[in-house]
């Protein structure tokens, strides 16, 4: 099984409409990182939420980590086209000494379409 | 300050060819990391280098290498291509391997096996 799961796979919303989509770990979360990425490019870095409970926004976007449930959920409010894309979510999985492994650990991504 | 860059964009091989691809990370970033995507299996680690040095490895056959210049410029290289190597690579750099520090990725590299 995968060791993040996201929810939905995928989302059609309309303009304005707000969203929430969903990163479960079936491992214990050290760093959590949210990106978007256009089909065919690169990844677009949006947040990285630490151990801790951490919430972070950005302009419509808020990404919140709840480390008991071992669970990440990324909120868009008054979604546009311009949020079309798809979004994953990383995990980083902690070494010693506050060291990363340097590796991601990805999601399936989940597609989100926003008619105009 | 310029971001994560990966060359080439586009590169068509065929079967048992060799293939080098490269990434600049950004300036000042000592760690880089390569990824491989495919709509089957999504976005699976490959490798990660710090200081010239690798200090992990995913799960790929010894077909798939990796290396780090002093100027932290990464190349990988993947020897024999199979149809299934056909994915789009990408690069990540972050400044030092502490786990408080984000990973920017490059555009990406898409590779076609035929």
């Known amino acids: 099984s995968q060791e993040l799961e996201q929810s939905p796979q995928s989302l059609i919303v309309q303009e304005g409409k707000n969203l929430t989509i969903n990163c479960t770990s079936s491992?214990?979360?050290?760093?959590l990182y949210w990106y978007k990425q256009k089909y065919g490019e690169g990844l677009i870095f949006l947040m990285m939420l630490q151990k801790g409970g951490e919430e972070k926004s950005h302009e419509k976007i808020t990404a919140k980590l709840d480390e008991k449930k071992q669970q990440s959920s990324l909120h868009i409010t008054a979604s546009q086209p311009s949020h079309a894309g798809i979004y994953l979510c990383?995990?980083?999985?902690?070494?010693?000494?506050?060291?990363?492994?340097?590796?991601?650990?990805f999601g399936q991504g989940t597609i989100l379409t926003v008619h105009p | 300050k310029a971001g994560v860059t990966q060359t080439p964009r586009y590169l068509i091989k065929t079967r048992g060819q060799q293939v080098t691809l490269s990434c600049s990370p950004i300036s000042g970033h000592r760690s880089v990391s390569w990824y491989q995507q495919t709509p089957g299996q999504g976005l699976q680690f490959l490798f990660e280098?710090?200081?010239?040095?690798?200090?992990n490895k995913g799960n790929f056959p010894g077909r798939f290498s990796g290396r780090q210049f002093s100027n932290s410029r990464s190349e990988m290289n993947v020897s024999t291509l199979e149809l299934g190597d056909s994915a789009l690579y990408l690069c990540?750099?972050?400044?030092?391997?502490?786990?408080?520090?984000?990973?920017?990725f490059g555009p990406g590299t898409r590779l076609t096996v035929l």
């Open positions: 280098y710090f200081s010239e040095t690798q200090r």
């Open positions: 990540a750099s972050s400044a030092t391997v502490m786990a408080d520090n984000e990973q920017f």
């Open positions: 491992k214990t979360l050290y760093g």
């Open positions: 990383g995990a980083e999985r902690g070494g010693s000494g506050g060291t990363s492994y340097g590796k991601l650990t």
